[in-house]
T-cell receptor, first 111, second 120 residues
């Protein structure tokens, strides 16, 4: 059974810092890995999708990498802003096509 | 990106009534939709996987007679909470998967905005 772990569970940083959020998974037989953000009381917004054949994806200040062999993905957030404050979740999809979510990293960026 | 519409966003009902939540994929066809429940400050808990034209697959511990799921078309899935009780109060979120190049399970997941259910 796939297990997804996200570290750290919470992060509080001053504006402008470059951040690293980590996601690890136990079963490397995956189809894709997806990063989301969730604002309080809202649904999830897709940030980046990495297919199993890809090593990384970039969108604006966000960069996500994938290392299937080691079961790790990293989300980099450059020059963090208060608007980046949210919970960040990673989800891994494998042979069952059912995504497995981590518990998330709660990020606060203070001015 | 693709859009998933979930309605209603908030609903308050009396104990014993039934509530229906709709989840629509607006600009893509979704053969598979997922229903989640989320408690405050907790991660998502998968309730069931909904496949178009067939019965939903429920996760262990989820009462299928309590949480009725119907996926009648490629763009619509509904969750009905029957005979709701205060312990059913929660945030319910649906998601739909767009078909990817590698097959139906390889596409991107898109989520609705969630439905806050409060049972009095």
């Amino acid at each position: 059974k796939q297990e997804v772990t996200q570290i750290p569970a919470a992060l509080s940083v001053p504006e402008g810092e470059n951040l690293v959020l980590n996601c690890s998974f136990t079963d490397s037989a995956i189809y894709n890995l997806q990063w989301f953000r969730q604002d309080p009381g809202k649904g999830l917004t897709s940030l980046l999708l990495i297919q199993s054949s890809q090593r990384e994806q970039t969108s604006g200040r966000l960069n996500a990498s994938l290392d299937k062999s080691s079961g790790r993905s990293t989300l980099y957030i450059a020059a963090s802003q208060p608007g980046d404050s949210a919970t960040y979740l990673c989800a891994v999809s494998g042979g069952s096509y059912i995504p497995t979510f981590g518990r998330g990293t709660s990020l606060i960026v203070h001015p | 990106g693709a859009v998933v519409s979930q309605h209603p966003s908030r609903v308050i009902c009396k104990s014993g009534t039934s509530v229906k939540i709709e989840c629509r994929s607006l600009d893509f066809q979704a053969t598979t939709m997922f229903w989640y429940r989320q408690f405050p400050k907790q991660s998502l808990m998968l309730m069931a996987t909904s496949n178009e034209g067939s019965k939903a697959t429920y996760e262990q511990g989820v009462e299928k007679d309590k949480f009725l799921i119907n996926h009648a078309s490629l763009t619509l899935s509904t969750l009905t909470v029957t005979s709701a009780h205060p312990e059913d109060s929660s945030f319910y979120i649906c998601s739909a998967r767009a078909q990817g190049a590698g097959g139906p399970g390889t596409g991107e997941l898109f989520f609705g905005e969630g439905s806050r259910l409060t049972v009095l």
